[in-house]
C-alpha cells in the first residue's frame, strides 16, 4: 500500500495537466495594481531628519493627580512640519496604574485620556519612577526605584508630534536583547539592525518585511554580567502604520497618526513582563475546546466532497489521528462567501458528509474570506444575496470619491469588505455565519485575506461591475502554466531523478510562457515615481502621507494590495482606513467570535485568523500563513511561535511541511514532528503542489504515528497549560531564555523551545543529517533532563552544545527533572483519548522531587457547571495528587512512571480519598534508573481523580 503512495507523493507535479484549468472569465490587467513609486524615509538620505529639524515640546502646568500627574506640553520653537503638521499643544499624563505598570500618554490637548487603573498605585508605591526635564526641551526617563536602572530615556532626543508623524526615540545600552515586535519572520532575538514596518500585507511570509500582525510591544533582557538579570516591556499602543528602528544605540519609534500611549513594564523576569502585558494591558488569550488540540488537515485543492472523503479515509487506514478537515477557497461557489459550489460541493452531500463525520468523533472547519463578491448587476443569474443584504444594511465599507461602496478585487471579482466599526457589520456578519450554518454544520471559522487584502489599487471595480465575475490579475497556481516546481534544498540529493525532472518541466513552462502572450505571474509596473509628498497646512493626505514606511510591495506605497487609506467606514466620524487598516484583521476575527457565540451559544468560539492586532488573542487563533516547504521556513517558525506566545495569541501554529512549492518526505517527516509540540497542529498547502498529507510516504507515516502518539498522550498537559494561559497568562511554548533567565548562553536560542515547564524540544532543521545540538540549561545548577523514550538522564555537561541522535523520524524531547506530567493513552480522536486511562510520568530532580498541575473541564463551554484542579507532587518518597472540583473524569488512574529511582522500593502503601488500599495487585518494577507502578486501575474505578491519592515508597 505504501509503496504505491510513495511514487504518487514522489511524482513531480503535472506540468501538461494543470494547462487545462484556466478559468474561462476575463482577466484583469496587471496594471490595475499599479501605484506611483515611493522611496521609504529609512533608505531616502534626502527625507529630512525630525531630530535634526523639530523643535520639542516645553512642559508646564504640572497638575498632581491620585496616581501620578498632568502637564500641557507646547511646542517649543517654529513648527518643523517634517511630514505632517505640528500639534501645538498637548497633553502629558503620567499615570503609576500598577505596582508594575506605568502609563505615559501624550496626546492633542482637545482629547481626554482613557485610562484603567488598580486605583491604588501612586509613585510613592510603584516599581517604576518618571523622571522629566525641560532642557533643552521636555525629555523623560523611565527607571526602576530600586536599582535605579534606566529602561527607557528620551534624553537627548527630541519628542515630534504632528498629525501623520511622531517620532520618539530612547538609548539603549550595548548590544540589547529585544524580543518581539510580532508580526515578523525573523530570529527570536530582534538584533541591533533591524527596521520592523507594521502595516498588514497579505504578503507570505517574507524575512524581515511587514506581514500580517501588528503588536507594537517589546521585550528587553538585560544580563547585567552574571548577576541576576533583568527584564522590562514596552507596549506602545497605537494601529497606525508605523515602524520601530533598531539600531546600535537606539530604538526609534515612528507612527504616522494616533497618539503616544506607552506602557512601561517593570518585570523583572521575561515571564513576569509577560504576565503584565497580557494579564494587565492586553488582556488574557481566550480558552479554547478540547478538541482544537486535535490533528488538524487541510488543502488547497480537495476538489470534492469525495475527496475530502478520501482524505479522512486515508489517515484511518494509516493509523494516524485526524481529528478535523478543513476546506480551503474549493468548496464555495466561484469563491464567494457562505456559497457551496452545486458541481463539487453540494450542500446534501456535504451535510451526509459531515453527519459521517461528526458520528466519529470529527470536526470541520471552512475558511471565510475577508472579501464580499459584488455581483454583476447586468446580468441576473449573477444575483448574491449576502450582498444584497449587506448592502440593505449599509455595512460595507465606502469609496469617499462617490459614496457608493468601495469595490476592491479579490478571488471571486470586484469585492466589497464588511464595516466592523457599525454595528449593522456585525449583524450583518452574524447573519451569515448564522443562516450558512443551516446548509454546512461546520466547527470553526478560518478567515482568510484580513490585511484586507484586495488585489487592485483603489476602488477598481467602481463603474466596472458589469465586468463580474472577473478573475484576478494574475496567474493562480494551477493556472495555465503556473505549475510550482520548487522542492525543498536538498531534494536534488535525496531524489535525484525526481529533480531533473522537475528543472526540465520547470524550463518548458518557463519557454511555453515566453510563447505567449499571457500576463506572468504577479509583475505590476507602476505609473510614476516620486520621493514623498510635502505636508499641506491643515491637511492630512491619507493615500500618500509625507512619511513614507516601507511597505515591501513593489513601489511601497500603502495603495497596494489593500483597501485604500481613504476608504471611509459608516461611522459619524467618517473613519478611514488610514487608522483602521491595521486593525481591519482584528474586527473581523472578533465578529466572528461574537457570530460563532450565535451559532454556538455557550461555547468557546474556534476562530483561526491571518491579520491580527495587540490584545487579538482575546478572540483568535493564529496561523503563520503563507510559508514554504523550505527548511528556513521551518526554523523560523519556532521564533514566530514565541512572538505570538508573547503576544498572547498562544493558539498558534504553521502550515506544517510548508504551504507554497512542493515538499518531500524528508523536510515533511521532520516538520511533521516538531509541529506536533505546538498548539495549533495543522498541515496544509497550496493547489497545484503534490500532496502532502502526512501518509503520502511510509516513513513520514510512521514517523507521524511515533509523534502523534506523543501528542495525543500529551493532550491533558496541553490543554492544562492553556488554562494556565488564559488564566494567568503562564506561556503555552516557552524560549529557553524565559525558563532559564540567568543564563546569558541562551539568548539567541531559537532552534529549541520548551512547551511548557516541563518538555524541551530539539528539533532537526536541516536536510541530510541524522544527529542534532542542542543546550541543556541549569545543569550547572543541578537541572536533569531524562530523555522522553527511554527516561534516562542525559549525560551532559554544564554549557555543553551536546549532539544528540536525530535519525529520520526520531524527534528529541527532554522532560525536565522536577516535573510531573498527567498523560492518557492516545485514542483515535481527542474525544477517544479523554476516555482511556490516565498516568503520570513523575521525573525526579536531583533532591527526589517533582510536581505538577491537572486541570480538568467539560472542553467546550465558556461557563462551565463544575471543573477540577490536581496538584501533583512527589518528595519524600511520597507522591500525592490533592484534588479539588467536581468536574468528572471516567477513566482510572493505570499506572505511574517515576524516572530517577535506583532501587525497587521494599513496600509501597496507596490511600485513596483517605481510605487505605489492599496493594496486592499492584506491580512495582524497577530497572534502568526507573519504578514502574502498574495494576493502579481497581482503585480507581469511579475515575481518577475523585478523591486525593497518596502513594507511599519505602
Ligand atoms: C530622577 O530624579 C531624581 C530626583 O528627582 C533623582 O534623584 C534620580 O537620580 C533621577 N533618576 C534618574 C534615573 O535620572
Ligand atoms: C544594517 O543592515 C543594513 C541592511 O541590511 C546593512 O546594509 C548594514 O550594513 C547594517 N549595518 C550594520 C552596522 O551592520
Ligand atoms: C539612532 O542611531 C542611529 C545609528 O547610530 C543614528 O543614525 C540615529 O540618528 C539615532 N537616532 C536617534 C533618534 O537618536
Ligand atoms: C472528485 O474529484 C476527483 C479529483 O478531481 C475526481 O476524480 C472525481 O471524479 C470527483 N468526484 C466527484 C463525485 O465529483
Ligand atoms: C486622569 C484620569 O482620567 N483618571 C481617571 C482614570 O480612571 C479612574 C477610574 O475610572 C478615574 O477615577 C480617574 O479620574
Given at each position: ?83 505632517g503638521n505640528d500639534i501645538v499643544d498637548l497633553t502629558l499624563a503620567v499615570e503609576y496604574q500598577a505596582k ?245 460541493f453540494p450542500v446534501p452531500a456535504g451535510q451526509a458528509f459531515l453527519a459521517e463525520l461528526y458520528a466519529a ?205 481613504n476608504a471611509t467606514h459608516n461611522d459619524a466620524l467618517n473613519t478611514t482606513e488610514y487608522e483602521m487598516h ?373
Amino acid at each position: 500500500m505504501f509503496n504505491s503512495l510513495l511514487l504518487a507523493a514522489c511524482a513531480v507535479a503535472s506540468f501538461a495537466e494543470a494547462q487545462s484549468t484556466f478559468r474561462a472569465i476575463p482577466t484583469l490587467s496587471a496594471s490595475v495594481d499599479a501605484a506611483p513609486s515611493l522611496v521609504p524615509a529609512i533608505l531616502d538620505p534626502t527625507a529630512p531628519n525630525a531630530q535634526d529639524v523639530c523643535p520639542g515640546y516645553k512642559a508646564s502646568g504640572v497638575v498632581q493627580t491620585s496616581q501620578g500627574f498632568t502637564a500641557d506640553l507646547t511646542l517649543a520653537g517654529a513648527p518643523c512640519n517634517a511630514y505632517g503638521n505640528d500639534i501645538v499643544d498637548l497633553t502629558l499624563a503620567v499615570e503609576y496604574q500598577a505596582k508594575q505598570r506605568l502609563s505615559v500618554k501624550i496626546f492633542p490637548k482637545h482629547l481626554v485620556a482613557s485610562n484603567y487603573t488598580n486605583g491604588s498605585t501612586t509613585a510613592a508605591t510603584s516599581d517604576l519612577k518618571f523622571n522629566w526635564t525641560n532642557t533643552p526641551s521636555f525629555q523623560f526617563q523611565v527607571s526602576r526605584v530600586a536599582s535605579g536602572e534606566v529602561i527607557f530615556s528620551t534624553y537627548g532626543k527630541v519628542i515630534v508630534f504632528e498629525d501623520q508623524f511622531l517620532e520618539m526615540a530612547t538609548s539603549m545600552v550595548p548590544n540589547y536583547n529585544i524580543y518581539g515586535l510580532a508580526e515578523n519572520i525573523h530570529q527570536f532575538r530582534l538584533g541591533n539592525n533591524l527596521t520592523r514596518t507594521f502595516w498588514a500585507a497579505d504578503s507570505g511570509n517574507p524575512i524581515d518585511g511587514n506581514l500580517y500582525g501588528t503588536h507594537p510591544m517589546y521585550l528587553e533582557t538585560r544580563y547585567n554580567n552574571g548577576s541576576a538579570s533583568s527584564s522590562h516591556g514596552v507596549y506602545a499602543r497605537n494601529a497606525h502604520g508605523q515602524e520601530w528602528l533598531l539600531r546600535s544605540d537606539n530604538v526609534t519609534y515612528r507612527t504616522i497618526g494616533g497618539s503616544y500611549d506607552l506602557y512601561f513594564l517593570s518585570g523583572p523576569t521575561p515571564k513576569e513582563v509577560i504576565r503584565q502585558y497580557q494579564g494587565g494591558v492586553v488582556g488574557l488569550p481566550q480558552m479554547q475546546m478540547y478538541w482544537t488540540f486535535g490533528f488538524h488537515q487541510c488543502r488547497w485543492g480537495y476538489e470534492n466532497w469525495t475527496v475530502l472523503q478520501e482524505i479522512v479515509d486515508g489517515y484511518a487506514n494509516a493509523g494516524i489521528q485526524l481529528e478535523t478537515i478543513w476546506t480551503d477557497i474549493d468548496y464555495m461557489d466561484q469563491y464567494r462567501d457562505f456559497t457551496n459550489g452545486a458541481m463539487n460541493f453540494p450542500v446534501p452531500a456535504g451535510q451526509a458528509f459531515l453527519a459521517e463525520l461528526y458520528a466519529a468523533g470529527q470536526h470541520y472547519v471552512p475558511i471565510v474570506d475577508s472579501n464580499i463578491y459584488a455581483p454583476n448587476p447586468t446580468n441576473g443569474s449573477d444575483s448574491y444575496e449576502p450582498f444584497q443584504r449587506g448592502a440593505a444594511l449599509s455595512a460595507f465599507i465606502r469609496n469617499p470619491d462617490d459614496g457608493d461602496f468601495y469595490y476592491g478585487d479579490n478571488w471571486p471579482g470586484y469585492s466589497v469588505w464588511t464595516d466592523f466599526l457599525v454595528p449593522q457589520g456585525q449583524q450583518f456578519w452574524t447573519e451569515e455565519l448564522v443562516k450558512w450554518y443551516g446548509d454546512i454544520p461546520y466547527d470553526g471559522i478560518w478567515i482568510d485575506l484580513s490585511e484586507a487584502s484586495s488585489f487592485c489599487v483603489g476602488s477598481c471595480g467602481t463603474g466596472h461591475l458589469q465586468e463580474n465575475p472577473v478573475h484576478p490579475p494574475f496567474r493562480l497556481p494551477g493556472d495555465f502554466n503556473n505549475v510550482d516546481f520548487n522542492y525543498p534544498e536538498a531534494f536534488n540529493i535525496t531524489n535525484a531523478t525526481e529533480a531533473a525532472s522537475a528543472v526540465a518541466a520547470s524550463s518548458s513552462q518557463v519557454a511555453a510562457n515566453s510563447a505567449t502572450a499571457l500576463p506572468a505571474a504577479t509583475t505590476t509596473s507602476s505609473s510614476a515615481t516620486f520621493m514623498r509628498t510635502k505636508p499641506t497646512p491643515g491637511v492630512r493626505n491619507l493615500d500618500f502621507p509625507p512619511y513614507v514606511i516601507n511597505n515591501l510591495f513593489e513601489g511601497h506605497s500603502l495603495l497596494k494590495n489593500t483597501i485604500a487609506p481613504n476608504a471611509t467606514h459608516n461611522d459619524a466620524l467618517n473613519t478611514t482606513e488610514y487608522e483602521m487598516h491595521n486593525l481591519f484583521g482584528h474586527q473581523i476575527a472578533n465578529a466572528t467570535y461574537h457570530a460563532l457565540l450565535s451559532v454556538f451559544p455557550g461555547r468557546r468560539p474556534f476562530v483561526i485568523s491571518r491579520s491580527n492586532f495587540a490584545g487579538s488573542g482575546n478572540i483568535t487563533g493564529h496561523w503563520g500563513g503563507d510559508n514554504t516547504s523550505k527548511w528556513g521556513s521551518m526554523y523560523f517558525s519556532i521564533a514566530q511561535a514565541l512572538q505570538f506566545m508573547m503576544a498572547g495569541i498562544p493558539m498558534f501554529g504553521v502550515d506544517t511541511c510548508g504551504f507554497a512549492g512542493n515538499t518531500d518526505a524528508e523536510l515533511c517527516n521532520r516538520w511533521m514532528q516538531l509541529s506536533a509540540f505546538f498548539p495549533f497542529y495543522r498541515n496544509h498547502n497550496v493547489f497545484a503542489s503534490i500532496p502532502q498529507e502526512a501518509y503520502r510516504w511510509s516513513s513520514v507515516a510512521a514517523a507521524t504515528r511515533t509523534v502523534m502518539n506523543i501528542r495525543y498522550s500529551l493532550l491533558p498537559y496541553m490543554y492544562t497549560l492553556f488554562y494556565e494561559a488564559h488564566t494567568s497568562a503562564e506561556t503555552v511554548m516557552r524560549a529557553l531564555a524565559w525558563e532559564f533567565p540567568n543564563d546569558a548562553q541562551l539568548l539567541n536560542v531559537d532552534n529549541q523551545f520548551m512547551l511548557g515547564p516541563s518538555l524541551l524540544i530539539t528539533p532537526v532543521l536541516e536536510p541530510l543529517v541524522t544527529s542534532v545540538k542542542g543546550v541543556f540549561p541549569g545543569v550547572a545548577d543541578g537541572v536533569v533532563w531524562y530523555d522522553w523514550y527511554t527516561l534516562q538522564p542525559l549525560q551532559v555537561a554544564a554549557g555543553e552544545n551536546k549532539t544528540l541522535d536525530a535519525p529520520l523520524g526520531h524527534i528529541n524531547v527532554h522532560v525536565k527533572g522536577g516535573s510531573i506530567l498527567p498523560l492518557q493513552a492516545p485514542g483515535n480522536t481527542t474525544a477517544t483519548s479523554r476516555n482511556n486511562p490516565w498516568s503520570l510520568l513523575v521525573a525526579l530532580d536531583n533532591k527526589g522531587q517533582a510536581a505538577g498541575s491537572l486541570y480538568l473541564d467539560d472542553g467546550v463551554s465558556l461557563v462551565q457547571n463544575a471543573t477540577k484542579n490536581v496538584q501533583l507532587s512527589y518528595a519524600n518518597n511520597k507522591l500525592t495528587a490533592s484534588v479539588t472540583g467536581s468536574y468528572h473524569s471516567a477513566p482510572a488512574l493505570a499506572n505511574v512512571t517515576i524516572a530517577g529511582v535506583s532501587a525497587l522500593p521494599a513496600a509501597m502503601t496507596l490511600t485513596v480519598a483517605g481510605q487505605p488500599c489492599e496493594t496486592g495487585v499492584i506491580q512495582l518494577v524497577q530497572g534502568g534508573g526507573v519504578l514502574y507502578v502498574t495494576g493502579l486501575e481497581t482503585f480507581t474505578t469511579a475515575g481518577a481523580w475523585e478523591g486525593d491519592i497518596e502513594m507511599q515508597f519505602s
